[in-house]
């Protein structure tokens, strides 16, 4: 059974930094692919960032120049730094990946930005 368990979320102030987790059960290298997503209240969920098993990366626009996603692969997980936070980026933030045509999701972490 695979198991993604967030962590890193919380309230940081416009222009801060955060850098969000994913420890992943099993092997990275199971993986297609790893991603974060976020979802706003009354909003659908969206792709923030993901990272290829051949370790390519791709971004929405939204947070492009300031969000970075990496792995660590000898301790199976997954990163998200987020900089210059603004108010929007509010949302939960869930790790995703996919092994065998499957998606696994893990439970969320808040991320609030606010004065």
């Known amino acids: 059974q695979v198991q993604l368990v967030e962590s890193g979320g919380g309230l940081v102030q416009p222009g801060g930094s955060l850098r969000l987790s994913c420890a992943a059960s099993?092997?990275?290298?199971?993986?297609?692919?790893m991603g974060w997503y976020r979802q706003a209240p009354g909003e659908l969920r969206e792709l923030v960032a993901r990272i290829m098993r051949d370790g390519s990366t791709d971004y929405a626009d939204a947070v492009k120049g300031r969000f970075t996603i990496s792995r660590d692969s000898a301790v199976n997980t997954l990163y998200l730094q987020m900089s210059s936070l603004k108010p929007e980026d509010t949302a939960v933030y869930y790790c995703n990946g996919r092994i065998s045509g499957v998606e696994y999701w893990g439970q969320g972490t808040q991320v609030t930005v606010s004065s």
């Open positions: 099993g092997s990275f290298f199971s993986f297609l692919r």
